[in-house]
């Protein structure tokens, strides 16, 4: 039967205490495991929403004994977040302590992972070190990351709700991270590296876009597993291999204020459809629905700013496919009555925008899907 674990963060001050719940259904000595997340940006609703209809139908695939793996849900990620509001406004994306965003920076380690398995760290190598067979070294790299985890002393709540989430996760074969857009059509970010093994959460997602990249600069929670894995691979390449280790995705489930049980509800299925395809569940596997747009890097989107200060118009809804001219937006000045457009420079698929609809010089409005590059360096927005 489902387990439910409790964790508790380091306080923020005295008298407070913030904790994590942790929901774990199906048999636990498989071998394999399954762990999704939702609110880590704790103003992010419809992921929450959708991890509540995921534990109910995990809950029911338990009792039928249907799940082939651990499934690990936590259908809120960030108990910090989530207790800030500022006259009445739920601010979940940055602690308020200090400024950082909860889904950047994440520790990443895959170069100490790689110097304790070599034996490079206080002299001590990991025992059952590196040979042939890729599943062993899995297990080499899986326990080296523990102990390093382990080993560190957050000295801030936020960097030991970080430092917790990889704990319970970095063992897992498929990491979902559940987030949501401001105004959105259902999108993935994940790993270059591990797209094909990705492609089918799309597919049954009904994704309009996904966005690859190897390392988005921003050591988002998604890529503290992709990235790390992936650079393992690269150091020992040659000599040693190294799976992808896990399929690690973030979901953006539309935008803030789509919340509604029949959306959660489809995605949950759309979910648990990927899951039995991946066979951590045993049942019927749903046929593939075709890919609604193919991949795209995520250094091939197109960001659009606003040229100036002024009541935002937009042009064109989420999701829709836009052709190179096409009008975005429209800023008024209200003062004046001047209107500025802006127009996209790229074909594809206009997958974000903002929900604001006053904006300053200068902020962003949203993003069109590229095929070629046009960003290097930090690809993610604030």
């Not at 200090?98 to 950047?104: C, D, L, T, V």
């Not at 970010?189 to 876009?209: D, F, K, Q």
Request: net charge negative; charged share 25%; glycine share 10%.
């Amino acid at each position: 039967m489902s387990i439910r674990d409790t964790h508790r963060l380091l306080p923020g001050a005295d008298g407070t205490a913030h904790h994590l719940y942790v929901d774990r259904f199906g048999p636990s000595g498989t071998g394999r495991k399954v762990y999704v997340q939702a609110g880590l940006h704790a103003d992010e609703v419809p992921g929450m929403l959708v991890a509540a209809w995921l534990k109910t139908r995990l809950r029911a695939l338990e009792e039928a004994g249907s799940l082939r793996a651990e499934c690990v849900v936590l259908s809120v990620a960030n108990p910090i977040g989530l207790g800030q509001a500022v006259l009445g406004y739920p601010l979940g994306r940055f602690d308020l302590a200090s400024g950082r965003n909860f889904n950047r920076g994440f520790p990443m380690l895959a170069a100490q992972i790689g110097d304790a398995i070599e034996g490079r760290l206080n002299g001590d190598a990991i025992e059952g070190r590196l040979n042939g067979d890729a599943l062993h070294n899995r297990a080499v790299v899986r326990e080296a990351w523990r102990e390093l985890l382990d080993k560190a002393a957050p000295r801030h709540p936020v960097d030991d709700l970080q430092r917790t989430l990889m704990q319970l996760s970095i063992d897992a074969d498929i990491v979902l991270d559940l987030h949501c857009s401001r105004e959105a059509a259902m999108h993935i970010y994940t790993g270059e590296a591990i797209w094909n093994e990705a492609e089918p959460l799309a597919r049954y997602l009904g994704a309009r876009a996904s966005l690859l990249a190897f390392d988005s600069g921003g050591q988002s929670f998604d890529e503290a597993h992709s990235l790390t894995w992936w650079q393992l691979q690269e150091r020992f390449r040659g000599r040693y291999p190294i799976p992808n280790g896990c399929v690690s995705v973030t979901v953006e489930h539309r935008g803030q204020r789509d919340v509604s049980d029949e959306l959660a509800r489809q995605d949950a299925e759309a979910i648990i459809s990927y899951l039995t395809y991946a066979g951590m569940i045993d049942a019927a596997v749903e046929p593939l629905p075709p890919l609604p747009h193919p991949a795209t890097p995520l250094a091939g989107s197109e960001q659009f700013y606003a040229p100036a200060t002024g009541v935002l118009l937009h042009r064109v809804e989420e999701g829709a496919h836009v052709q190179a001219g096409d009008e975005m937006f429209v800023v008024v000045d209200p003062v004046e009555g001047t209107r500025t457009a802006v127009h996209s420079s790229t074909s594809g698929v206009f997958y974000m925008r903002r929900d604001v609809r006053y904006v300053r010089a200068g902020d962003p409005l949203g993003r069109v899907t590229g095929e070629k590059t046009l960003r290097s360096g930090y690809l993610l927005g604030a």
